[in-house]
């Protein structure tokens, strides 16, 4: 997007000419904008066409107004879906090939896709109309956002078609192209969209709603470390890093609230305006208190995962206390969840079935009113809510937010390198430097990692720092899969704290920052939410949604879908 004041003006129109026809898959995707012998006539329309292709990336499942990237994390670990829908399905294991958000997310991705096609099928006929530099600036963002969306595709689905052209009726029958060969390709059309692409816009608003030359890096780091490509994607990361266009913002719970929405950590966000478009990620993540629904929560095995302020896990550290189990602790779990007896939406947040009356402190001085998260049958599950995202301007409104959410930030470039350089095994002080300038980060604080670790320990270092940095940013379900421990985190029981009372003791947290609570006395009193299966033969990738299977002949469904 431009910004989001264009964005007004011109997003029905992109609506009207993107949504023509309404067929799925690859009919569906090159077909559904104008015609090419109508368009491009002139850079107004460019123009449009390249929103068309902004837009499309911000999409929703199951038709709430809640774009696909904040539900991920509810599908993975560390997070829940209450209601009956396909997002607890992606969690449990019971999704098959005809569960709609299967459907919802491939035909989201290649509708952008298709948006990109023929964008760069028709920027040539403006070749020589418009200011070179324009011309090869929106190619580059076209390209750009195409290969965006084939990342985020095959780390979902694994290999899928590689469609780089709009196609004819008659070639709508596509195989699909192997992981590697399709992350190959976006690799190689980062690189060439960075070549084009600005530093920066200048204005603070497009600089995160519009790909810069950091961000086509950045998501080529991200894609060569997800698939193997260790060197490759810790020279993509320096690249950002040396260009220094972006650097850790000094308040880490300023980044998910309004005050944060020009951050200069951010280096891509999905862009939201009220009248325009709107999410409901309060709603959703909100107390019954405060006027949400509570919909999707956080494991106690999420909060158990951070540190101490020592530095050590809660099984380690002689600062834990069972009686007091937040206390002491690295304070990204107060900023990234809400914990019992905090405030939140100018209440405080109590779960204690006996604490029917709390604090109102949006009044002065504060009074005591009805504690509806401890009375209605609706309110979190596990105890607990997810802090970001989540801003007390929104409680009058909470369905129609226009907060941005974050596709990638520098903080997690830092972690991409830190990884890469570790799995390359070539651990130098730049390894140590990347992790402990997020740890040292104002407000967070956290001990420096000191040096002489070994690989296998910086390895539990950084899974742990990306686990604890980056939750509900909807990165953590591309990390247990392609860490292969998926197997072992969705399986099983998914848990939330015991009602009336804290763990006895902590639970032992292994090397991947994953609590096992068999050695904790009281373990059985810890509120079962659900019991989760996972197939390894399976799960590691989503299937291809049935329709496109029996619509598109040469595509072959993924293994024991």
């Known amino acids: 997007m431009f910004n989001k004041i264009k964005c007004c003006t011109i997003l029905f129109a992109v609506i009207l000419c993107a949504t023509s026809c309404q067929k799925d898959y690859l009919d569906k995707v090159p077909l559904n904008g104008p015609s090419s012998s109508s368009f491009y006539s002139n850079e107004a329309e460019l123009k449009l066409g390249l929103v068309g292709c902004y837009k499309s990336i911000n999409f929703n499942i199951n038709g709430e107004p809640r774009t696909w990237i904040s539900i991920l994390d509810m599908a993975s670990d560390i997070g829940w879906n209450r209601s009956n829908s396909d997002v607890q399905q992606m969690g449990n294991g019971s999704l098959t090939s005809q569960t709609n958000a299967m459907k919802q997310l491939f035909t989201g991705f290649y509708d952008g896709i298709g948006r990109c096609n023929f964008l760069l099928d028709n920027i040539e006929n403006l070749k020589d109309k418009i200011p070179s530099a324009v011309y090869s600036a929106t190619k580059a963002e076209a390209r750009f956002l195409r290969a965006l969306n084939y990342h985020y595709l095959i780390e979902l689905f694994g290999g899928v078609p590689l469609v780089t052209r709009t196609l004819k009726l008659e070639e709508l029958q596509v195989p699909k192209s192997t992981k590697e060969q399709v992350a190959d390709f976006v690799l190689s059309e980062m690189d060439e969209a960075a070549k084009d692409l600005p530093d920066t816009y200048g204005s603070q608003d497009a600089q995160h709603g519009r790909a810069t030359k950091s961000a086509a890096l950045a998501i080529k780091a991200r894609t060569a470390l997800y698939n193997g490509k260790f060197e490759v994607a810790a020279a993509a990361a320096k690249a950002v890093m040396d260009l220094k266009q972006y650097k850790l913002d000094t308040s880490f719970p300023k980044l998910f609230n309004y005050d944060g929405q020009t951050s200069p950590e951010i280096i891509l966000s999905l862009q939201f305006l009220k009248g325009v478009i709107t999410q409901s990620i309060p709603n959703f993540y909100g107390s019954r208190l405060a006027g949400g629904v509570s919909n999707e929560v956080p494991a106690q095995s999420m909060v158990d995962s951070y540190e101490c302020t020592d530095g050590l896990t809660i099984d380690k550290s002689p600062l834990f206390s069972s009686a007091q189990p937040f206390k002491n602790r690295d304070p990204r779990l107060g900023y990234t969840i809400v914990l019992p007896g905090s405030r939140y939406f100018d209440v405080q947040f109590e779960t204690h079935p006996d604490s029917l009356k709390v604090w109102n402190y949006a009044v002065t001085p504060a ?49 991409n390198y830190a990884e890469a350089k570790i799995e390359a095994n070539q651990i130098d002080q730049s390894v140590y430097d990347a992790i402990n300038e997020i740890r040292q980060r104002p407000g967070v604080a956290m001990p420096v990692i000191t040096a002489g670790k070994t690989q296998a320990e910086l390895r539990s270092i950084v899974r742990r720092e990306r686990k604890c940095e980056l939750a509900v940013e909807g990165l953590r379900l591309f ?83």
Do not use: C
């Open 367 to 415: 009074t005591r009113i009805n504690n509806t998260d401890a009375t209605n049958a609706f309110a979190t599950f596990t105890g607990y809510l997810w802090r970001k995202y989540t801003d007390v301007r929104d409680k009058a409104d909470d369905t129609h937010s226009d907060m941005n959410i974050i596709l990638i930030r520098y903080a997690e470039v830092l972690l």
């Open 479 to 561: 990390d247990i899969r392609r860490w292969k421990i998926a197997e072992q985190v969705m399986k099983g029981p998914f848990l939330g704290r015991i009602k009336t009372a804290f763990l006895a003791s902590a639970p032992t947290i292994d090397a991947n920052g994953t609590p096992d609570y068999s050695n904790v006395p009281n373990r059985n009193q810890m509120r079962l939410i659900e019991n989760r299966n996972f197939n390894p033969a399976r799960d590691y990738v989503y299937p291809f949604p049935n329709v496109e299977v029996l619509t598109n002949k040469s595509l072959v469904q993924n293994p024991n879908w």
